[in-house]
């Protein structure tokens, strides 16, 4: 089998690519481990930023989005016993909205299956082979699918098969530089059955550790709380999830969250990563394969975005153009936004989390910048500007 661009992993990456490249007439196969099912129903990411969203729309995809989805023009800081707005649109001129990435999911699923585009679930096996810069390389993958091992000729091989992928590990480690760190914490991510405790979003520091409360629907929340990494979903009943969130949460003037019946737990680790080059001869890396943040900021499925609209021009160019000059540079380009957000995400983990060598002083400290950033114009636009992702790189 022979395709033009020959790409791992259905997450947002992956499938927003494979669109964007049939729509300006450029061929793709999606490989993807996992099924169609569970691509679906994998609960993840929830805020999408105004250039995500507009991409979106302008690729044809934003129906579902703008009916179902919720727009947010502001969301809260919470501390000290009190909530500060931090007011988006009035200081950006952008919004966000609340949709959740499975639902962006099911969207591009249909759009490449309306569209005949190829797109294969439950693949196994995938190794990537002859992808070096020499212009009679050609690139293969070869893969196990429906009981047969398969060969994927293509002339570009794209890796966005995610942290735990197989694409990065590909290129030479000699090649690669990685920058981490991994926090000694995780986030407790519960949803509930019940109406939203706020028309925005919220972001709580507290002595005890942070807390969210986010949204998916009229009926339906999403809330986390920092918790210990090793911890587990069946250590915290329902009872000692609502106190936490409770004692986080609440303000001084009596207002509580709402609580309901809790129907999913779960727990992730947070990191942040990079990976750099994003690309090796034909080989590129977009979103969580070559880069992760702590959700902190919600900037990874955004970030995951942003790569696919850099790759997608450069891959364009290069057809329709013969150049290659935007492939060249595509690490580069992509890794402006990357390191802006990767810095985003650290200092809002940073400002809200409680961290394990947190002494009273800095404690204080925290308050003081939550103080400053709702006080000050100039630190709240900062804030917002990199919230809405409309900041300058
Ligand atoms: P994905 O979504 O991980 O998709 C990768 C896909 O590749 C498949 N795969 C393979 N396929 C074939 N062969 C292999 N060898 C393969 N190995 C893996 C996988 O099955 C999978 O389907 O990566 P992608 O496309 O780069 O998208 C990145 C985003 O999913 C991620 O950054 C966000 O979910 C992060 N994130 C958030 N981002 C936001 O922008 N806003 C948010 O509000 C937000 N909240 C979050 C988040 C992530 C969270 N978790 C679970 C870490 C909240 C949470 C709790
Ligand atoms: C979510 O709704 O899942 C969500 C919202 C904001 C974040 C992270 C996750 O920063």
Redesign the pocket.
Known sequence: MRTQVGIIGAGPAGLLLSHLLHLRGIDSVVLEARSQNDIESTI????LEQGTMDLLNEAGLGARMQAEGALHHGFELAFEGQRRRIALTELTGHAIT?Y?QHEVIKDLVAARIAADGALKFDVSNVSLHDFDASADAKPRIKYRHEDRDEELECDFIIGCDGSQGVARGSIPAALRQDYQKVYPFGWF?ILVEAPPSSDE?I?ARHDRGFA?I???SPGVQ?M?FQCDPKDTADAWSDDRIWAELHARVDTADGWQITEGKIFQKNIVGMRSFVSTPMQCGKLFLAGDAAHIVP????KGLNLAVSDVKVLTAALTAFYKEGANDKLASYTETALKRVWRAEHFSWWMTRMLHKLDDTSPFEQRLQVAELEHVTTSRAAATALAENYVGSVAV
């Open positions: 993840r990411a929830g805020v609340v959740a991510g979003l972001y969210l986010s949204t998916r999403r986390y959700p902190t900021g919600a």
